[in-house]
């Protein structure tokens, strides 16, 4: 950790939020964040297109401020990042860090596909 204080809603679970130095994906807590299934739903909204936190909202049926936390941990996390626009923050997808995350796990894959086949002992 880089000394950046905690998320407080992971905080008071016991975890905290993984922070990025120099801008490097962390997998781990790439992978944490998208383990709740919350933010695979916005995640893959976004996808489709950039959206604000109202359509967010709409689309999902959650509480505006599960959407704001939620997007907070998919923000840290390199997932997402937003701009403002006509005073409406806009969220849209980092496909370089779905891409840096999708090679690392395609290396484990063909590491994994390789020791698949030795004899154990």
Do not use: F
């Not at 679970?13 to 299934?37: C, I, S, W, Y």
């Amino acid at each position: 950790m880089d000394g950046a204080p905690e998320d407080q809603g992971d905080a008071r679970k016991g975890r905290q939020v993984e922070r990025h130095v120099d801008g490097q994906v962390d997998n781990a807590a790439v992978l944490t964040a998208l383990a709740e299934p919350r933010r695979i739903e916005l995640l893959r909204l976004l996808t489709d297109r950039q959206l604000c936190t109202r359509d967010l909202v709409t689309a999902t049926g959650m509480a505006q401020p599960l959407v704001s936390h939620h997007l907070r941990v998919l923000r840290q996390t390199m997932l997402v990042d937003s701009t403002v626009c006509a005073n409406l923050r806009v969220y849209r997808v980092r496909a370089d860090t779905l891409r840096v995350l999708g090679e690392r796990l395609g290396v484990m894959a063909e590491r994994a596909a390789v020791t698949a086949y030795e004899e154990p002992c």
